[in-house]
């Protein structure tokens, strides 16, 4: 399990346009500037009657906010699996599982907030009874008005916090512009995870909004996702053409024939299995978990799939199962490999799945769920998998209209930049004026010292001065 989460892990990070977009960012959140999407992780919070603390383990993994499951009735019957035919794995403690960060720009106040809820026994109990209706409607959001007030004052001081934090980002977004007479207040409103008009308390409207906002972020992650992956397509596509442009004749037709051959090598693989067919989990069942593909069981597949045992396969568990499907295209020693690419490939697959398995679009795939899904003719008989090579990202519209884009973001950076190096001229000129000016102050008082010191004649046989 801990292997396939450090290969889950590789090339999250992804640079795409960075050379623009470091110097267009601000310390202003990424939900403020202008039609600029979010690098957010996949995932969000939920929770099982069984069990509060999976509220730590699975923060980033589905898109509804506090969700609980109280169907426990759907929890699986414990199956009885052949402990000598599995590999030992090392227990997963879930106290130590530190939750991934959601990309949100108030993560650190939504899990300090959860953190604080769950100290809560009333609180808790209502969120295990609750549904995900319950949840989204805001119903639950009226419980906290019953939490103690031990509790409550922590929230309070929570919100305090976070309005403090955001009206520092304010100060700072409109320092860099020299702008003067901040409106905080008016500012504030731009942020919709809590309720700018009280900043001194945590109200059941607060807990309403933070639900709300992170719902809906979330749910717009993946879109995100697919435009910053286009964005990185076309940049490198770009950049590629203009380095070519710098070329002799002879280099270009070497460059171009080096980047088919790469092209080419990328595209030689194995036969990639579609996602969440029986073919592709039986791999998984035979390589990753060392069984015999003959006693492969969809039961004890998710059992040994659920890794913190809540009942569900969240996002991460299921991008896991897709490491070895990948590893058919992607191998991170060749330069032909782009693991960006293999990042979203990932996401692509993820994505198919839930939408094939996940019936009630909760993000979150039930053993029910699972099982519906090997009884359908697309899992024993699916259609090919057409992977990332075989798509194209963008049209030569597209890359055009980008291109002129950044033709224009250049121009503005490149005024700024001659607009910075004047104020350094001009800097420059006025350190060197006040370095001549220091240096004819300090001439002019030592002709002053001198001149006292002529004025005085030599010391006279009785020891006297006489002047």
């Known amino acids: 399990m801990a292997a396939r989460r450090r290969e889950r892990a590789v090339g999250r990070s992804t640079e795409q346009s960075r050379r623009l977009g470091a110097l267009e960012a601000s310390l202003f959140p990424a939900s403020i500037q202008e039609a600029e999407p979010r690098s957010w992780r996949p995932g969000f919070v939920k929770l099982a009657a069984s069990r509060w603390m999976k509220w730590r383990t699975i923060l980033p993994q589905c898109c509804f906010f506090l969700v609980t499951c109280a169907l426990t009735a759907l929890e699986a019957v414990p199956i009885d699996i052949d402990k000598t035919k599995v590999k030992a794995a090392q227990p997963v403690d879930s106290a130590k599982i530190e939750p991934p960060d959601t990309g949100l720009y ?67 977004k409109l320092d860099s512009f020299q702008d003067t007479g901040i409106d905080h207040h008016a500012l504030l409103k731009q942020f919709d995870h809590l309720n700018h008009l009280n900043p001194n308390k945590f109200e059941s409207t607060d807990l309403d909004m933070l639900i709300k906002a992170a719902t809906s972020d979330l749910e717009h992650y993946d879109k995100a996702r697919h435009e910053e992956f286009k964005k990185y397509e076309m940049m490198k596509e770009h950049e590629r053409r203009e380095y070519l442009k710098t070329l002799s004749e002879e280099k270009r037709k070497e460059e171009e024939s080096k980047f088919a051959e790469m092209k080419k090598k990328h595209e030689n693989h194995p036969k ?165 000016q220091k240096l004819e102050y300090h001439q002019v008082v030592q002709q002053m010292e001198q001149k006292k010191l002529q004025q005085i004649s030599p010391s006279a046989p009785g020891g006297e001065s006489k002047i």
């Open 106 to 172: 108030y993560d650190e106040y939504l899990k300090q907030v959860i953190d604080v809820l769950e100290t809560d026994s009333h609180f808790r109990e209502k969120l295990q009874k609750a549904d995900i209706e319950e949840i989204k409607s805001g119903r639950l959001s009226k419980e906290l008005d019953l939490v103690s007030h031990h509790v409550r004052t922590k929230l309070d001081e929570l919100k305090r916090q976070e309005v403090a934090r955001l009206r520092m980002l304010i100060k700072a």
């Open 272 to 436: 990639v299995n579609h996602p969440g067919s029986k073919d592709q989990l039986k791999e998984v069942w035979e390589e990753a978990d060392g069984l015999d593909p003959n006693d492969f069981d969809p039961k004890t597949f998710f059992k040994l799939h659920d890794v913190n045992s809540d009942g569900f396969l969240d996002e991460q568990e299921l991008e896991a199962l897709f490491t070895k499907e990948l590893e058919k295209v992607y191998d991170p020693k060749n330069e032909e490999d782009d693991m960006v690419e293999m990042e979203e490939e990932r996401l692509r697959m993820r994505e198919h799945v839930m939408n094939e398995v996940d019936t009630n679009k909760d993000r979150l795939v039930t053993l029910e769920e699972f099982l519906k899904a090997t009884e359908k003719k697309e899992f024993l008989e699916p259609d090919s998998w057409e992977t990332l090579d075989q798509q194209q990202f963008f049209t030569e519209e597209e890359l055009k209209e980008y291109e002129n884009l950044i033709s224009v973001q250049e121009s503005k950076l490149k005024e700024k930049a001659d607009e910075l190096q004047k104020q350094k001229e001009d800097l420059q000129r006025q350190h060197e004026q006040l370095e001549a």
